[in-house]
């Protein structure tokens, strides 16, 4: 190896080194921790391999809570966040005055604390024998009656999650929305109004397609981040998650590495492998349907 | 049909912070496009021509004037009922659509007992993309074509309509040299086949000159002069239209008028009889080709260099009285003019040389001797 | 048509753009609401007094008798200081390391010309796709056995390195001239003395940008730290909430929750206030949440 060689390995060293110490190694053991049955923390030994640690946690009733719980949460979260985000996003296209102020109010969520402004939402949400709590007060206006949305039924709880998750992710989608919309050439706009196109077919024939690659990108990135939901869950519900009945997938993952259920690394690499597997399945079913809709648009008239 | 302003004024609010009030972009515009014809509306950037071309086509609303497409206001109307087509200068062709896509956009929008059918929208679509020849491209999307293609497409848009005015934005800034060349031909022989009113902005004054029937002059948002382009370029009638018309541009000079006679500034002889312009300064305005070597002539300059262009041949001198550095004259030959020597004499063509005052740079004739204007 | 035709369709498009425009106002004005209202309980509940909070069976919108105590509630019931200083440790620490790090990596990726380069950024690109799931189990089990539980260098460690913020520093390192380079290396300069007086400076932007990011990045994680410490005398205050929620004072005392949470989530508000710009252009380039 000549110096310059030498010299550039020494640049990558230590990122290199960390890189391979806590992120290439970690991906490879866990597949084999996956594998080993029966694996002992303690005497750091295990009997067997095979897949018996799948087996057992697809056979895990938390787990398959957890799983339920994550793909409400993605079907629910990642279409209403995105459809949201790109309505506000064109209301904030189509204004002048305020627009800077409303956009770093939008922002705020994403600098906050998930922990921390999730304990206000359970605040709000929460009935104690102290109080019905604020959003209770509310649904009373409207002739509803009081529901614990903290400690209620499951669909109650199930309704905050989604609410928090989407409050959170909204800063990222329309930011990036708000970009997208923003590089799109007003000289297309003026071409439509020459043609009296209406506001409407601008909007669906033009601006959509213009900004679709970014739509795409936010549904995938999306997908991806409700799947690995599991902070927001902690906020609302505490770190209980099984007995609340609102684990996640992540959340399983944790709590059989450490936690309640007490260290079963195996399990975890098992279950962290399934959403893996999961996640990477969604991500490619959504790039070929993005890509045969990009394609078919071409024969859509 | 022809189009007439009327004190057409458009005013906006000053732009940056700090600064407060409005900045007139077109200020009390008046003139009449002729029925069928092929006007440049042609002025330095910032001049107001695009405001126009806008308000013209209904993408900005006029503070103040009139806008008449043949006996119709059309002030207030709305774009897609005024009938205009429009080319933008990046053609603004929608690039997820293809090109038949794009050239039937127009005709989608159409509603109530204008609806077309799906076959007679290809049908007319088709029609268009013939008549501007790129009917083979119909499949390919914007950005698989070349510069000059999306130009058609673009002009094939705005005429599938039929509209009653065609304008185009800068239509040949986005071309190289020789694309441009041939497109503006494209672009003149499209005109005379459909015959529709066309307006087209542009800085340029050459591509103005050689391909319209009729050139608008603005400045600064105000009309400095209409008319046919040789006329124009014949006649101006300010400095400023002398100035921005004609290549190699006009050669200025700081002379004076006494007695109906030009003096050239620190020059003693007389170098024109301009009989009926009164006495005191002014810009004497020389055309290139107003230049006539004569070794007895009164215009003395110091010889810089020759260039030989093969038919003409440009001389290239200095004067003390001129505002340039240099001063370029176009002579037929070279055999008058030895390029050793140090000094080269010139008679003046009477009428290529302009007389404009000092004070606003009006145009200040004279009587011309002979006939031949 | 007319001219007073078009003048009253035009009057009517605008009372109809005009009605548009105010209805976009309101709903965008809505949404400002949802997503401000909960600071705005989170501060007026912290400044209700606890017996006051406690006897409001119908939650009032305003406090007519602003306390501070449930701050020092806050700061004295459990050591949310020691929170507060911990996670500036680790935040600070962190993204010093990793600034410097990422520097290196993407210098040595951008300028300096070594076999197999384009192969090694390709992997390195490919550890984006790496979910940091997969990877806790084990770097849990490494920290363990390393005896690392409870101590900032456990915490720091596997946080140091983000790919992401390789990739973006190469990038911006790319489009400094390497005529600048060539030069550099003509006048005698090493690498190191390049890299220092002429990238960073002109790259600087990019800098302070994922200096921001992992700032906060560092200020809100949670689910490392909730692994890697039991011990209160390490916990950051994203653990310390959750502490003081599940066994401390939140339990009953919420005005004293509100606060801490306040005291947490302000210092991440401000850093927002001063670098709006650069943390919203960096987010854009690559989010860390959504």
């Known amino acids: 190896m000549d110096r310059s060689s030498r010299k550039a390995w020494l640049y990558l060293l230590p990122a290199a080194a960390l890189l391979a110490v806590f992120l290439v190694y970690p991906v490879i053991d866990v597949l084999i921790y996956s594998f080993e049955e029966g694996f002992n923390f303690a005497s750091q030994s295990y009997w067997g391999t095979g897949w018996y640690n799948y087996s057992y946690v697809l056979h895990d009733p938390y787990f398959l809570q957890a799983v339920q719980n994550t793909f409400v949460l993605v079907i629910i979260t990642v279409p209403v966040s995105t459809g949201l985000a790109l309505a506000i996003s064109a209301a904030l296209a189509s204004i002048r005055p305020l627009r800077n102020l409303y956009q770093t109010i939008y922002f705020l969520p994403y600098v906050t604390n998930t922990l921390a402004v999730g304990l206000v939402f359970m605040v709000l949400f929460q009935k104690t024998e102290y109080t019905d709590g604020l959003v209770n007060l509310m649904l009373r206006w409207f002739g509803a009656g009081p529901i614990d949305f903290i400690n209620g039924p499951h669909w109650a709880k199930m309704f905050v999650l989604c609410f928090y998750t989407i409050w959170v992710v909204m800063p990222f989608k329309i930011l990036v929305l708000t970009g997208a919309l923003a590089s799109v050439n007003p000289d297309y706009y003026k071409a439509a109004r020459v043609d009296g196109t209406s506001r409407t077919r601008i909007f669906f024939r033009i601006t959509l397609p213009m900004i679709a690659p970014m739509l795409v990108y936010l549904v995938i990135t999306g997908f991806i981040g409700a799947f690995k939901a599991y902070s927001d869950a902690v906020a609302l519900f505490g770190t209980d998650l099984n007995a609340a009945g609102m684990n996640t997938i992540v959340g399983y993952v944790y709590d059989m590495l450490y936690g309640d259920s007490g260290g079963y690394p195996s399990y975890a690499s098992a279950a962290a492998i399934i959403l893996f597997v999961i996640v990477l399945t969604i991500t490619c079913i959504n790039l070929l349907i993005s890509r045969r809709v990009s394609e078919g648009g071409v024969h859509i008239q | 049909m022809n189009i007439k302003l009327v004190g057409l004024t458009k005013r906006f609010p000053a732009r940056g912070k700090g600064t407060s009030g409005e900045v007139t972009a077109v200020d009390s515009l008046s003139f009449t496009v002729p029925d069928g014809k092929l006007v440049g509306l042609l002025g330095p950037s910032g001049c107001g021509k695009s405001t126009t071309l806008n308000m013209i086509c209904g993408l900005e609303t006029p503070t103040a004037g009139q806008i008449f497409f043949g006996e119709e206001d059309v002030t207030a109307a709305p774009p897609e009922l005024r009938g205009v087509g429009m080319v933008f200068q990046n053609y603004a062709l929608y690039p997820h659509l293809t090109v038949l896509q794009n050239i039937t956009f127009p005709l989608e929008n159409l509603k109530g007992d204008k609806k077309l059918s799906k076959a007679e929208m290809r049908r007319r679509a088709v029609e268009t993309a013939r008549l501007v020849q790129i009917e083979d491209l119909l499949d390919r999307k914007p950005r698989e074509l070349s510069g000059g293609q999306q130009q058609r497409v673009a002009i094939a848009r705005a005429l599938v309509k039929t509209p009653r005015v065609l304008l185009l934005d800068e239509p040949l800034s986005n071309l190289d040299a020789r694309l441009r060349l041939q497109t503006r031909e494209e672009i003149c022989k499209i005109q005379r086949a459909t015959g529709i009113t066309t307006i087209f902005v542009t800085h340029d004054q050459e591509e103005a000159m050689s391909i319209s029937d009729h050139i608008v002059v603005m400045k600064n948002g105000v009309l400095m002069q209409q008319g046919e382009p040789q006329q124009v370029y014949d006649d101006p009638a300010n400095l400023f239209v002398a100035k921005f018309l004609g290549t190699p541009p006009i050669n200025v000079f700081d002379a004076a008028v006494k007695g109906g006679k030009l003096y050239l500034k620190g020059a003693d002889a007389p170098v024109l009889d301009v009989p009926g312009v009164p006495d005191g300064p002014v810009w004497a305005g020389i055309r290139p080709e107003g230049f006539v070597p004569d070794g007895t002539g009164p215009v003395a300059c110091a010889l810089s260099r020759v260039e030989v262009l093969g038919r003409d041949v440009s001389i290239v001198c200095t004067h003390p009285a001129c505002q340039a550095d240099t001063i370029r004259a176009i002579i037929p030959s070279r055999n008058l003019v030895n390029a050793a020597d140090p000094t080269v004499h010139f008679a003046l063509k009477p009428d290529k040389v302009f007389l404009f005052d000092k004070a606003d740079e009006r145009r200040l004739p004279f009587a011309l001797s002979g006939a031949r204007r | 048509m007319t001219h007073t035709e078009f003048e009253a369709r035009r009057k009517a498009a605008g009372r109809k753009s005009g009605f548009l425009k105010a209805l976009t106002y309101l709903a965008l004005s809505i949404w400002a609401v949802v997503v401000l209202f909960p600071f705005y309980w989170m501060v007026l ?66 300028r300096l010309r070594f076999r197999g380069r384009d192969f090694v950024f390709g992997l390195f690109l490919s550890m984006m796709m790496i979910p940091n799931e997969l990877v806790v189990i084990t770097n849990f089990v490494t920290i363990t056995n390393l005896d690392m539980r409870n101590s900032f260098p456990g915490l720091i460690l596997p946080s140091i390195t983000s790919v992401f913020y390789i990739y973006l520093l190469k990038e911006n390192f790319e489009q400094v001239p390497e005529e600048l380079y060539k030069a550099a290396k003509v006048d005698g300069t090493s690498d190191l003395k390049y890299l220092w007086k002429v990238m960073v400076p002109i790259c600087r932007p990019t800098i302070v940008t994922i200096t921001i990011l992992k700032l906060i990045e560092c200020w809100n994680s949670y689910v490392w730290p909730r692994l890697i410490t039991d011990d209160q005398a390490y916990f950051l205050v994203s653990n310390g909430i959750q502490q003081i929620r599940e066994e401390g004072f939140g339990r009953e005392n919420v005005p004293a929750m509100m606060a801490a949470v306040v005291v947490i989530s302000v210092p991440l508000v401000l850093l927002f206030l001063a670098f709006r710009n650069k943390i919203m252009e960096g987010a854009s380039r690559g989010g860390l949440k959504g």
């Open chain 3, 45 to 110: 509940t912290s400044v209700k007094s606890y017996s006051a909070y406690n006897s409001e069976y119908v939650p009032s919108f305003f406090t007519l008798s602003p306390t501070l105590d449930n701050y020092r509630q806050a700061f004295t019931a459990v050591p949310l200081g020691g929170y507060l200083l911990n996670t500036l440790i680790f935040a600070v620490i962190t993204t010093a390391v990793m600034v410097v790090v990422s520097t290196l990596a993407a210098y040595a990726f951008a």
